[in-house]
């Protein structure tokens, strides 16, 4: 098992370029999510889903679309990047979309934006 | 408002001086409380899972314990090996999301 597959590792974008995230898991997951990661601000949630088609926002999703069209896949859009938005991204899912199991993590995108 | 915080912002221990982190929260009902290591250029990695207070984790040199609106992580004759951020996060108990605390960051001295 690969757990959850992040890419690109680094990407450099100028502002109002628009770019997809891809986010995969291999553990048949039902729920996954984006966080975004600044410094001193902890995890925050950018969208998350509960199962193929059903996508919510989170705490930060202005700039962000999110689909999900298959259990395994869940990528992240940036519309029109601006500076604000540069950061580390985190995908992440868990088994159950009822909660109380942990999440696991892919290992990050980080995102400039220039 | 679902809020965690952890102190303190960072920790620089001696190598074998035991220590503890502290994770607070407030919630309005919680579901379970977790904690991740993350290590500089990597995605965080569970560590454990706490439901109810008087509950305690153990593994390795780590011990998780938590009460009605905290959780300590107790680290014992830490190692080298163990410098990370360590990161507490709760779950509430009308959803699936999870709430983060921004982490504290520890360095073991050899």
């Known amino acids: 098992n690969a757990g959850v597959t992040q890419t690109p590792k680094f990407q450099v974008l100028k502002t109002g370029q628009s770019m997809t995230l891809q986010c995969a898991q291999d553990?048949?997951?039902?729920?996954m999510s984006w966080y975004r990661q600044d410094p001193g601000m902890g995890l925050r949630l950018i969208h998350y889903?509960?199962?193929?088609?059903?996508?919510d926002q989170g705490e930060v999703p202005n700039g962000y679309n999110v689909s999900r069209s298959t259990t395994e896949d869940f990528p992240l859009r940036l519309l029109s990047a601006a500076p604000s938005q540069t950061s580390v991204y985190f995908c992440?899912?868990?088994?159950?979309?009822?909660?109380?199991?942990?999440?696991?993590f892919g290992q990050g995108t980080r995102l400039t934006v220039v | 408002e679902d809020q965690v915080t952890q102190s303190p912002e960072a920790l620089r221990l001696q190598e074998g001086e035991s220590s503890s982190l502290n994770c607070s929260y407030t919630?309005?009902?919680?579901?379970?409380l977790f904690w991740y290591r993350q290590d500089p250029g990597k995605g965080p990695e569970f560590l454990f899972t706490?439901?109810?207070a008087g509950e305690e984790k153990e593994k390795e040199r780590l011990k998780a314990t938590l009460t009605k609106k905290e959780s300590f992580l107790h680290i014992t004759a830490p190692k080298p090996e163990d410098s990370a951020t360590y990161l507490c996060?709760?779950?509430?108990?009308?959803?699936?999301?999870?709430?983060f605390g921004p982490g504290t960051r520890l360095s073991v001295l050899p």
């Open positions: 889903s509960v199962g193929a088609g059903i996508t």
């Open positions: 919630v309005s009902g919680l579901r379970g």
């Open positions: 553990m048949n997951h039902e729920y």
């Open positions: 996060a709760v779950q509430p108990n009308y959803g699936q999301n999870f709430v």
């Open positions: 706490l439901y109810s």
């Open positions: 992440a899912s868990s088994y159950s979309h009822v909660g109380g199991t942990e999440a696991f």
